[in-house]
Structure formats: C-alpha cells, structure tokens
C-alpha cells in the first residue's frame, strides 16, 4: 500500500494529536517507520500464544490492552536500553486518548450509523481510485472494520464538538493572543540552566533561584557577559560539552522548545534578561539578543491553520482536565512487550527517514510536538 493511501487511513482513522507522549519518537535514535509490518506484530504474537487481552493500564475502569500498545508502538524503531521510557511514553498517550475518548462520550454529540458509513464508503472509493482498497489497508494495519468504525465515530463526535467551539470570534481571539505562533515570528536566544532534582524541596529550588539570581546580577553589573557566564555556570549537558555561550539560535514561539521556556523568551525584549524561569530541566536565565518579526497576518487566508491550532490546543486542555480527576492504574510492563514489538517491527526504517533534532541533556528542547487536530 502507498504511503499516501496508509497516511489517508492513519489520519482517518485517528482522532487524537495530543502532544504527550510523542517523546516516544525522541528515543534516541527513533524514527518513524513503516506501518506494514504491524500486520506482523500480531501474527506472530497470536502464533506463539501470546496474550494480546492483557491490560496494560485502566483509565476510570476501562481497561486499555497490550494489542493496542503494541499497535502504538511499533510505528517506531526502540533501541536497546529504551524500553522502559518508550513504554511509559506509550502508555500516556494511550491514556490520553481514553480520556478523550470518555470526555466525548460524556458529552452526548450524536453521530449517527448512516453518518460513519458514509465516511467509510468515501474513504473506500479514495482508496480505490488510488488501486488500493479498504480490506488491504484495514489488513496492513491491523484494524478490523468495527474498530474503524469506532474510531470514526468519536472522529465525527470530536468534529463536532470543535465546531460547536470554534466560531469566528473564538478563533479571532485565539489568533490575537497566539499571534506569534502563525506570524513566523523567531526569537534568537540563549540561556544558562541549573539543574534541579526532580524531588527538590523547595527550599532547594529557591536556592538555585538565589544562586541564579545572583549570576544575572553579575551579568548585569557589566563583571561577566551572558555568554562568559553561560560558558562558566551553565549545567547545559551540551554547552559543557561544546561551550557555546548557551546559544540556542533562532527558534519558533511553538514546535522546538518547551512551554515555559518559549513563552517566557517570546515575552522578553531584545536585550533583556529574565528572572528564572523553571522547567522540567530545572531552572534557566533566558537572554533575548534578537527577534525577527513574522508576517502580517490575515485571518481569512490562515483560518485552517488558527483552526487546527486551536483544535490541538482544546485536546490538551480537555485531557489536562479529565487527569486531574481520572483514576488511573498502570500495570507493570509485560516482560514480552518489546519482544512482540520487536518480531512485527525487524524490517528496517524507510531510507531517509527523518531524525528527530538531539539536544543535549538541559537543552530544552520540545519533547512533544503537538501535529495539528482539525475539525
């Protein structure tokens, strides 16, 4: 089956773009490989008795199997000494998508029977048209029919829910506020990171905000520059191993940095110097030595973009949401996970296929991409 027609399937047939967990495609050296071999994955896992019914978490009582985490996770390659971060990686979107899947129930949007057959028969005249068929690609990726029509459904209820959110107004309001996330506005910056114990109390945590806040002194009184002082304080893992001056270049308000880190540069002014700004990481002195301004924007022309946007953006704060309230059980890994992973997934990836950028350890780069979700 072409590329084409399985990304055609793949796109139909899921509802979910939600940023978490796509560090699954950051384990180094991950790539994104071909869905075929997923087929595999499961013939070979039921002729050897494996039990794919085995559940690997509950999300509020529903339980969420192995079959579906090995589905999940043989789209990409996992090198040895991964498993354990691909794993969790997995089982958190996997969560995610069950949340969403009951805030949509709970919402009560009718979609109808006649309504997800005729998104079937459409897909399977795509399909034909491009001399493929349904049956094959349903079969390449190990999808039954009911399941795609289960997976339509809460696409077509997802649809619907965006749309009855997304009038012209909100997605106005939502540009004005983002409007750096569609100008093409960069920010050219640097910075000097502290690490932080993951379990630091804080007292702790305030110390290293002392102490960082006794370096931006320093740099402002003109004793030390901001690349001297980087170079000499930074725990960076990648500015230790190649002192750069915590230089970080020019970057995008979304898609290469994470959250707190990009909000907090695309707030500065060329030339300023924040507070410490904590992330995942630890906490960060950010300098803003440029900006080059993006386009100018026009709604009407961009209306799609502000909508996916938007879209993927309503996803996080829904399923941020329903977690703080979910009681979720996470079972221990099976001990034969990534061997079934492994027996569907031996082909090697496509030549070319793209790598994900490698920051070093500090660096704060986005872990999680978050793909556009439309209506």
Aim: without cysteine; aromatic residues 6%; neutral net charge.
């Amino acid at each position: 089956m072409s590329s084409s027609i399985r990304s055609r399937l793949a796109a139909l047939a899921s509802i979910m773009a939600l940023p978490a967990a796509a560090a699954i495609a950051q384990t180094q050296p991950a790539t994104s490989k071909p869905a075929a071999p997923a087929v595999a994955t499961a013939t070979a896992a039921q002729t050897k008795g494996a039990d794919l019914s085995e559940v690997v978490v509950n999300v509020n009582g529903q339980p969420v199997s192995k079959r579906e985490l090995i589905k999940l996770l043989s789209q990409f390659q996992i090198p040895p000494g991964s498993e354990q971060r691909a794993f969790d990686s997995g089982i958190e979107l996997l969560v995610n998508t069950k949340l969403l899947e009951q805030f949509l129930a709970k919402a009560n949007l009718s979609v109808t029977k006649a309504d997800v057959e005729k998104t079937i028969s459409q897909e399977r005249a795509r399909l034909e048209q491009q001399g493929g068929s349904l049956e094959k690609a349903l079969a390449e990726t190990n999808t039954t029919v009911d399941e795609l029509r289960a997976e339509i459904a809460r696409s077509l209820q997802w649809r619907a829910y965006v749309t009855e959110k997304a009038t012209d107004s909100e997605l106005q309001d939502f540009l004005k506020k983002n409007a750096d996330v569609f100008s093409g506005t960069l920010v050219k910056a640097s910075h000097i990171l502290l690490k932080v114990d993951p379990k630091a109390t804080a007292e702790d945590k305030q110390k290293i905000q002392q102490k960082l806040a006794a370096i931006r002194q320093e740099i402002e009184s003109k004793k030390i520059s901001f690349a001297d002082a980087a170079n000499k304080y930074s725990e960076d893992d990648g500015n230790v191993a190649q002192p750069s001056g915590g230089d970080l270049g020019f970057f995008p308000r979304r898609g290469q940095f994470i959250e707190p880190f990009a909000k907090a540069a695309f707030a500065m002014k060329k030339g300023e110097i924040s507070e410490p700004i904590e992330t995942e990481y630890g906490q960060h002195l950010i300098f803003v030595a440029d900006r080059k301004e993006g386009a100018t924007l026009d709604f009407d022309k961009i209306k799609n973009d502000v909508l996916n946007q938007y879209a993927a953006d309503l996803q996080t704060k829904i399923v941020e949401a329903e977690r703080k309230n979910a009681k979720i059980e996470i079972k221990p890994m099976p001990a034969d996970l990534f061997r079934l992973v492994q027996e569907g997934t031996a082909a090697p990836a496509a030549a070319g296929a793209a790598r994900p950028a490698q920051a070093g350890a500090g660096t704060p780069a986005k872990k999680a991409a978050a793909a556009p979700a439309g209506r």
